[in-house]
């Protein structure tokens, strides 16, 4: 896999975790895991435009960062949280 000076999203990588609660019950939310996963990170062709068309945002092909959806398990509260891209 080259990930050599490129930018990976650590979470996907399995290299951090982000820890955030559900609002409503403060419990911790559980990682739905990443919004485009049918998209290869270490595509050449990531920055197609296939993203904007899934999250209606222009400007998030612009954007370096890789969208998780967090949920709680509870209540069912969802959250997407962007993670910005670090270099490796
Ligand atoms: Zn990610
Ligand atoms: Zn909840």
Redesign the pocket.
């Known amino acids: 896999m080259l990930v050599n000076k490129m930018k990976i999203c650590l979470i996907c990588n399995g290299l951090g975790e982000l820890q955030e609660e559900?609002p409503?019950?403060r419990?911790a939310l559980a990682d739905g895991g990443k919004l485009y996963d049918y998209f290869d990170d270490y595509s050449p062709y990531m920055e197609i435009d296939l993203e904007k068309l899934e999250d209606g945002d222009p400007a998030s092909t612009k954007k370096e960062t890789c969208v998780h959806l967090y949920y709680?398990v509870?209540?069912g509260?969802e959250e997407k949280k962007e993670i910005a891209y670090r270099k490796v």
């Open positions: 559900c409503n019950c419990k709680c509870h209540c509260y």
